[in-house]
């Protein structure tokens, strides 16, 4: 199994910023596979899982969602089996739990591409 571990959600102003991290750890974590993609999806209550952005393994392809371009910016380490998320311009319908989820392969928007998911962590601006 690989366990995905979410930090760094909390309260925000509007036009504030957020950095999120995911930790992937699991005795399996090294061979779950040669190459893995990590996404960002969330939740906003009452609606559907959508996806914000994905990474490759190499850290060179990455995927967002029309509605976080510009604002948010993916990034990982493979060293520390770890990516962020930072969230910039924060605006109050970002409000949501965001779950970080891995798949074997390159990035998909669809959630149920995806093997492992994290617990989520919340993200609530304010206006």
């Known amino acids: 199994q690989v366990q995905l571990v979410e930090s760094g959600g909390g309260l925000v102003q509007a036009g504030g910023s957020l950095r999120l991290s995911c930790a992937a750890s699991?005795?399996?974590?090294?061979?779950?596979?040669?190459?893995?993609?990590l996404g960002w999806f969330r939740q906003a209550p009452g609606k559907e899982r959508e996806f914000v952005v994905a990474?490759?393994?190499?850290?060179?392809?990455?995927r967002y969602a029309d509605s976080v371009k510009g604002r948010f910016t993916i990034s990982r380490d493979n060293a520390k089996n770890t990516v962020w998320l930072q969230m910039n311009s924060l605006k109050p319908e970002d409000t949501a739990v965001y779950y970080c989820?891995?798949?074997?392969?390159?990035?998909?928007?669809?959630?149920?591409?995806?093997?492992?998911w994290g617990q989520g962590t919340q993200v609530t601006v304010s206006s």
């Open positions: 989820a891995a798949r074997i392969d390159s990035v998909d928007p669809n959630a149920d591409a995806y093997d492992y």
């Open positions: 699991g005795r399996t974590v090294s061979s779950y596979a040669s190459s893995y993609a």
């Open positions: 990474i490759n393994w190499r850290g060179d392809k990455t």
